[in-house]
Nanobody, 122 residues
C-alpha cells in the first residue's frame, strides 16, 4: 500500500495550496481519507476526513471554512484545498487511510503516507 502526498510548498499568508494524495495497493473506496499535520515541536493533529463516499466531511475547528477535502474514487485520489493560509498552518501534512467513519484518532489509521511540508510565511 502506498499513499503518495504531494503539493506542499512555501506560500505567503493568505495564499492557497492544494495537496494531493494518490493511493495504490488498497481498495480506496473502503476507507475514509484523512489529513493530519505536525508542526515543529508539536504532536501530530487531525485536520480533516472525508468518508468513503464523499458524503461526509469533518474538520478541525482551526481549519473550518478555509480547508476543503475531496476525493475521487475512480482516481484513487484525495485532495486538500487550503485557502487563507496562516503561519500557524505551517506543518508537515500527512494523508492517511482511515478505518473509522467519523473523526479518526491515530489508532484508527490503517495506512499513512509520507508527509509533505507546508510553510506559510507572514
Amino acid at each position: 500500500v502506498q499513499l503518495q502526498a504531494s503539493g506542499g510548498g512555501l506560500v505567503q499568508a493568505g495564499g492557497s495550496l492544494r495537496l494531493s494524495c494518490a493511493a495504490s495497493g488498497l481498495t480506496f473506496s473502503n476507507y475514509g481519507m484523512a489529513w493530519f499535520r505536525q508542526a515543529p515541536g508539536k504532536e501530530r493533529e487531525f485536520v480533516t476526513q472525508i468518508n468513503w463516499s464523499g458524503a461526509r466531511r469533518y474538520y478541525a475547528d482551526s481549519v473550518k471554512g478555509r480547508f476543503t477535502i475531496s476525493r475521487d474514487n475512480t482516481k484513487n485520489t484525495s485532495w486538500l484545498q487550503m485557502n487563507s493560509l496562516k503561519p500557524e498552518d505551517t506543518a508537515v501534512y500527512y494523508c492517511a487511510a482511515s478505518r473509522r467513519a467519523i473523526v479518526p484518532t491515530e489508532g484508527d489509521i490503517a495506512y499513512w503516507g509520507k508527509g509533505t511540508q507546508v510553510t506559510v510565511s507572514s
